[in-house]
């Protein structure tokens, strides 16, 4: 029999990394997340695993891209600005192809901006923060379930892609102290590749779709890693029709598998001719407030999004197909409101409650926006 216990989001994201089997920690304490290292600077050793403080955020995904290259399965946490001073080891990584979870628990910025106030304001730079054209994973729960299963997946994606997957809080996610069941050991699904023992140098040699092999740097065949574009042998070059393979390359192991990767939950869809599109701690205020129109007779329903990127342009296509009124909901200026504006069709009529104040919404206030309609 599964207990309930007494957890804050942040305790149950390290929770969730160790049962995903994260056996290397380097960060940086940083408000709000600053648990989660604290969490496993105990625990790791414990466990005769590893954990670093470093002197920055900078070397901190510095350490973590060196560790999974060594094979072990890497986490690091940050906030905002953290975020920020990782964006140059955040490309090294999607370039090389390492694997590692990265958890940004968001404020308010810019800047230091609002260190203890709730914000949804890094959508877009966990999708755009690192320069180039590059894909990236992001996934951001709203339940304390969630955020259990979805920092187990973050691990499956990372490992199963060769690629960053970035874990999105927000701060009353994060310092919330909830119910939880953690699932049994033996109810976990965990991805684990077979680590390849390499016999020549075309670590990066493979087909359209396909992901390049698990290997440990230190063991067997050298093998080379470069932050510049490289060949099938890792080995630099800037010959356009290899570069443009290798951009191909990384972009399709991800554009592939949307099927697998994009996550969302629909709450009173079945009917529906309002959307509300949300995240977050804002889903959770637009659920309740869902429920309270439906009290009232406001056909209204919840699309939550589970993966922000890569975006769910297609089943939120089908869904506008059926609905032709959508409210997004997001505690920023703007971000996926756009996104939701570039995918919905002309005749669909679009409002969004947005604010950056680091107040989250209420459900009476998102409630007052429904009937705006």
Not at 12 to 20: E, F, G, Q, R, T
Not at 61 to 78: E, F, M, N, P
Request: net charge neutral.
């Amino acid at each position: 029999m599964r207990r309930k216990q007494v957890l804050q989001g942040n305790i149950i994201v390290a929770k969730a990394a160790l049962a995903a089997r994260c056996n290397f920690f380097a960060g940086y304490p940083i408000t709000p997340s600053s648990e989660i290292a604290q969490f496993m600077s105990r625990e790791l050793p414990r466990m005769g695993y590893d954990f670093i403080q470093m002197e920055d955020e900078i070397a901190s995904l510095g350490a973590c891209i060196g560790a999974s290259l060594s094979g072990r399965k890497v986490l690091t946490a940050t906030s905002g600005p953290g975020f920020s001073l990782m964006q140059e080891h955040l490309g090294m990584a999607v370039m090389a192809e390492i694997p590692l979870v990265i958890v940004n628990v968001m404020r308010g910025g810019p800047s230091t901006g609002l260190p203890t106030k709730p914000s949804q304001s890094d959508i877009m730079q966990a999708r755009w923060g690192t320069h180039g054209d590059h894909p990236i994973i992001a996934l951001y729960p709203a339940f304390a379930d969630e955020i259990y299963s979805e920092t187990i997946r973050a691990f499956n994606l990372s490992e199963k892609f060769w690629n960053p997957v970035i874990i999105l809080l927000d701060e009353v996610l994060a310092k919330a102290h909830e119910d939880i069941e953690l699932p049994r050991k033996n109810d976990i699904h965990i991805y684990k590749e077979k680590i390849h023992r390499i016999k020549d140098l075309n670590i990066y040699d493979r087909e359209i779709g396909e992901n390049p092999p698990r290997v440990d740097f230190f063991k067997g065949y050298p093998i080379h890693i470069d932050g510049l574009e490289h060949d099938k042998h890792g080995w630099p070059t800037s010959d356009p029709e290899t570069v443009n393979k290798m951009q191909t390359l990384r972009m399709q192991k991800i554009y592939h598998y949307l099927d697998e990767i994009v996550k969302f939950k629909e709450y009173y869809m079945e009917d529906a001719e309002i959307m509300i599109f949300s995240f977050g701690v804002s889903a959770r205020s637009s659920l309740a407030a869902v429920k309270m129109a439906r009290e009232q007779g406001i056909k209204v329903g919840l699309f939550q999004a589970l993966t922000i990127w890569p975006f769910p342009k297609i089943p939120l296509k089908e869904r506008f197909k059926q609905i032709k009124k959508v409210l997004t909901v997001e505690l920023n200026m703007g971000q996926t409101k756009y996104e939701i504006e570039r995918i919905s069709l002309d005749d669909v009529e679009k409002k969004a409650l947005l604010r950056a104040n680091g107040i989250p919404f209420t459900p009476n206030e998102v409630l007052d926006k429904i009937r705006e309609f």
